[in-house]
């Protein structure tokens, strides 16, 4: 009598077929390891797999202008999100904190990309990903200048001067 072959498709087994990636866990932490080798096209299948499962991940981007401390830490999810290929994104550092921005899968993969090109990580996290769901969403324009000062840092070949942009 034939059975019925029942395949489990999880988002782990869809990312270790991306071959770029792994999953292991650090410090209790599970985290997507990223080869310095990943090129762009790798990075967007892997952040179409963790949409299509509404895995959250968060990294830290030393690039990004910060009123404190250097950089900031950015958690993106799809809480709260309404538009097709985005996330909803989060950032904060020492003593400060943002609102929900909606930010394009391009310019995240642009960002991930420049990141782990210039050695800056070689990995993402994929839990303990906090969404301060307490803010509201930012509206349309300020979204759009999200997405452009995203574009502009990570489309540079070298680290941008972020000391005027407060």
């Known amino acids: 009598m034939g059975g019925i072959d029942v395949r489990t498709v999880t988002f782990e087994s869809e990312i270790v077929k991306l071959k ?8 209790n932490v599970k985290v997507v390891g990223i080869s310095k ?7 967007t299948e892997l952040l179409c797999v963790l949409r299509n499962h509404r895995i959250g991940f968060a990294f830290y981007d030393p690039y ?8 900031a830490y950015l958690d993106y999810s799809q ?5 097709r290929n985005s996330w909803s994104m989060t950032l904060g550092n020492h003593g400060w904190t943002g609102g929900i921005y909606t930010i394009s899968e391009n310019n ?8 782990v090109e210039n050695g800056q ?6 839990n303990n990903v906090k969404i301060f769901s307490h ?5 349309s324009v300020r979204n759009r200048d999200q997405n452009a000062l995203i574009h502009r840092i990570h489309s540079a070949k070298d680290k941008i001067n972020t000391d005027d942009m407060y």
């Open 20 to 27: 770029a990636f792994t999953i292991t866990d650090r410090q």
């Open 37 to 43: 080798a990943t090129t762009f096209e790798d990075i």
């Open 64 to 71: 990004y202008p910060s009123p404190s401390d250097p950089g």
């Open 79 to 83: 809480e709260k999100n309404e538009t």
């Open 108 to 115: 995240i993969a642009l960002q991930i990309h420049h990141l």
């Open 121 to 126: 990580i070689n990995s993402i996290s994929i």
């Open 135 to 139: 803010y509201e969403k930012q509206n």
